[in-house]
């Protein structure tokens, strides 16, 4: 394993973190991860500040194990009605379908970046690591972090972006290759075409930069886990294994949809031709399962307002669509590796993601 000590970093006995994944988890898929010897986290961005507070409450009475909360680190644009309208003009015919009405008011603005008030917040409650997605908060608010005793991570999509966060003193990085579920990390670029697979990634990301890596994107079994580590990663961190797993909250469509494609390319392979980055759901590249609004729409489309106001009109088109039982319009999110998601309790799945792992610092 990697000289870095994956213990003194997340305090964990496994180096193994469980992905932040906002939509299909809560603390209770965190807490099983824990207590299998993982570092289990809770997704804060598209929670209020009283209900992270419920999070943490419900995983310390669970667990003392260490706790990885996730924020988002955006800069939340203003409004902009013209996009939303041009935007309204791409999706009325589902509209007209769905036989529903559009609402075009601001929305979408749930997702909000990491600030002052969530600090007030969770600061007694001295998490022992905090994770941030598009990059860095404010340098006052990360020096508020670093003042609880927290250990500070973020995500890397290119080597740019992991020497920044090197620059600015990161404990950990999240090198995301783009085979990862979910919302890209990007934060010095919004050009697609930078992403790349882990492999290449972590490699020369290990080459120049002195901090602790952690690997992440399409890892869902314990020779990915073992091949990662001895790439140069002190750790892995795992999403997508876990969205059919008991204590996760994914939903009974999403749910069918993943078993739906593991079973049409085959348990044991990469579903590549499965997932697609779209921008659709929320205005950001996102790796997830192709449905139909990706298919018919393009899974880029330069239509979709700025993150996060695309959601707004798509969510009204998913709420509709998923109450007839369709997942035309849903956010799948999920990983290539689709062949990884079991049916098992988290922490069962967490120990074997460690099985062809035997030595650990």
Not at 85 to 94: D, I, S, T
Not at 245 to 272: F, K, M, P, Q, Y
Not at 312 to 341: I, T
Request: charged fraction near 20%; charge should be negative.
């Amino acid at each position: 394993m990697n000289s870095k000590n994956f213990k003194a970093l997340l305090g964990t006995e496994l180096p193994i973190i469980q992905a932040p994944m906002a939509g299909v988890q809560d603390s209770k898929l965190a807490i099983a991860v824990a207590n299998a010897g993982g570092l289990g986290s809770i997704p804060c961005g598209m929670l209020s500040s009283a209900q992270i507070v419920d999070e943490i409450k419900r995983f310390r009475a669970a667990t003392s194990a260490p706790l990885n909360l996730n924020f988002f680190c955006h800069e939340l644009p203003p409004f902009d009605k013209q996009a939303q309208a041009r935007w309204h003009e791409l999706l009325a015919p589902y509209f007209d379908e769905l036989e529903i009405a559009a609402d075009l008011g601001q929305g979408g603005a749930s997702r909000m970046p990491f600030n002052h008030e969530i600090a007030d917040a969770i600061e007694a409650f001295k998490p022992e690591v905090i994770s941030f997605h598009f990059g860095l908060p404010q340098e006052n608010l990360l020096e508020r972090v670093r003042s609880w005793g927290a250990k500070v991570i973020s995500s890397a999509t290119t080597v740019a972006e992991a020497e920044y966060l090197a620059a600015r003193g990161v404990d950990g990085i999240i090198v995301q290759g783009v085979e990862a579920g979910g919302h890209r990390g990007m934060f010095l670029s919004d050009d697609v075409s930078t992403q790349v697979e882990l492999e290449p990634l972590l490699t020369k990301i290990a080459s120049r930069v002195d901090a602790p890596l952690i690997a992440a994107g399409g890892i869902g079994d314990s020779h990915g886990v073992k091949a990662a580590l001895a790439m140069g990663a002190s750790a892995v961190q795992i999403g997508s294994a876990y969205l059919l797993c008991d204590e996760a909250n994914t939903s009974s469509l999403h749910r069918a949809a993943i078993e739906n494609a593991a079973n049409t390319e085959g348990s044991t392979v990469r579903a590549e031709g499965c997932t697609a980055l779209t921008n659709l759901f929320s205005g950001r590249p996102a790796r997830g399962l192709v449905n139909r609004a990706m298919s018919e729409l393009g899974a880029i489309n330069d239509s979709a307002p700025a993150f996060p106001y695309a959601t707004n009109l798509m969510a009204q088109l998913r709420k509709a669509s998923e109450a007839r039982g369709m997942s035309d319009f849903s956010p799948l999110w999920c990983g290539q590796n689709v062949g990884s998601c079991k049916k098992i309790a988290a922490g069962e799945m967490t120990l074997a993601l460690m099985q062809q792992v035997t030595q650990l610092e």
